[in-house]
């Protein structure tokens, strides 16, 4: 079976201004009649009836959901889709985040037993990460970064369940901040393998910390203090470009 790819741009859309033009996504405060006629728009690009892409509700969760046809609306809380059906497009809208296309189940296990050592940051990692009610008091003299980006964003994410309680989790800024100071995640050798062969369990991250013959470094704690310095320093300075 042949995967198709699509990446789009902004360009080529009927969105006005901020969304201009081609903007996919419903939850911004769109138009929600440019945002349909764009999503139409991709559909005839891609040679596919509109009811034939299937849209989800992206909520920087761990929750992947199987679809076996077209959905009358976006799947739920979930972040990643899975098919089997041809003639069927999954859509995932990213700002900063990267997409990951996976159209084999075993590429996941390619990477880990490459010959390269990596450093895993998981979601054990990120989930110390929280956009708590004291982180964001901190952002309170962003002016325009915090009440038109950083609030919106953080709202919605805090209205499902996993993150009433503590607040939203940050995941992307987890990864860039070991990039820029790994002294702000504690690492330790491990083991790690996916898991190919279980009719239950394909798929799954299988991390072994006393293995003998470790091949990745995998993030267990974070500086939480420290790394929220760090992030509210990058904020004021993209605030100070805003005033």
Known sequence: MRIRRVITTREGGVSAPPYDSFNLGGRGGD???????????????????????????QIHGRTATVVDGPRAEAVEATDALVTA??????????????????????????????GWRTTMIG???????????AVRDRFGELGRLEAELLTPILDFYA?????????????????????????????????????????????????????????????TELDTAAFWDRVLSAFERVAAGLA
Request: charged residues 20%; contains cysteine; negative net charge.
């Open 123 to 133: 979601l054990d990692l990120t989930a110390q990460a929280r956009a708590t009610a």
């Open 159 to 219: 209205r499902h369940r996993q993150y009433r309680a503590e607040g939203p989790a940050v995941h992307d800024a987890c990864a860039i901040a070991q990039v820029l100071d790994a002294g702000l995640i504690k690492a330790v050798p491990a083991r790690v393998d996916v898991e190919t062969q279980g009719r239950f369990t394909s798929g799954m991250t299988v991390t072994d910390f006393d293995a003998a013959d470790s091949n990745a470094d995998v993030a």
């Open 85 to 114: 059906q041809p003639g069927l497009a999954l859509v995932v809208l990213t700002a900063d985040c990267v997409p990951a296309l996976l159209a084999d189940p075993e590429a996941a296990a390619v990477v880990f037993g490459a």
């Open 31 to 57: 138009d929600p009649a440019a945002v349909a006629a764009n999503q139409r728009r991709l559909a005839e690009g891609i040679g596919l009836p509109a009811d034939r892409l299937v849209w989800m509700e």
